[in-house]
């Protein structure tokens, strides 16, 4: 019997298969000559910082939209902390984020001196739960950041209901947008990165 679970114990499972030949990389970006083109004429330009394609990247994404601006940053988290400082968030002064997200969510409050607040999320959208978060509002509550995740939209509807009803701020952060979703006229934040088949930075 040993000898024979000792066989079973050294053939390969079905676990051990590999379910496709080529590694499937995530995220991988699709890069063909235009975007190599664009990168080569960037670094023979000279301007490797702020420049004219940002200006034209802003121009197009804000049409793109359908915003009024559009700024482009070097990092969601950078847009999040100044967003947070101009409503004069002070020690003590809370701010619901979606438990589930890139801690720069909840960082953003940290470093304006907020305190970050967590909102359960849905099972079914895997973004935060407008009743949930709902419990999570206190007197010192002065922010909800909800954030779509993986392609997945939040209840804005809801959740703008639920901001507009304890005169709260709103903002939208979309990590993972793979397609237009409106501002509905309150600030929002794109991050451009890999899961969402982009070449370009986190903007």
Known sequence: MAAELAT???????????????????????????????????????????????????????????????????SCTAALHPSMRVIGLEPGDEVVVPSMTLMATANAVIHAGGKPVLADVDRRTMCVD?????????????????VHFAGRACEMTCICDLATSHGLRLWRTAPMQSKRSTTAGMPAFWAIWEPSASTSPRT
């Open 8 to 74: 079973i114990a050294l053939e390969p499972s079905s676990i051990d298969q590999p379910v496709r030949d080529a590694y499937l990389i995530f995220g991988s970006p699709r890069i063909f000559e235009p975007e190599i083109n664009e990168v080569v004429a960037t670094l023979r330009s000279g301007w490797l910082g702020t420049g004219p394609r940002v200006a034209a990247l802003e121009d197009k994404f804000r049409d793109y939209i359908g915003a009024l601006y559009a700024l482009a940053v070097n």
């Open 130 to 146: 407008p009743e949930n978060a709902a419990r999570r509002i206190t007197p010192r509550t002065r922010a909800i950041i909800p």
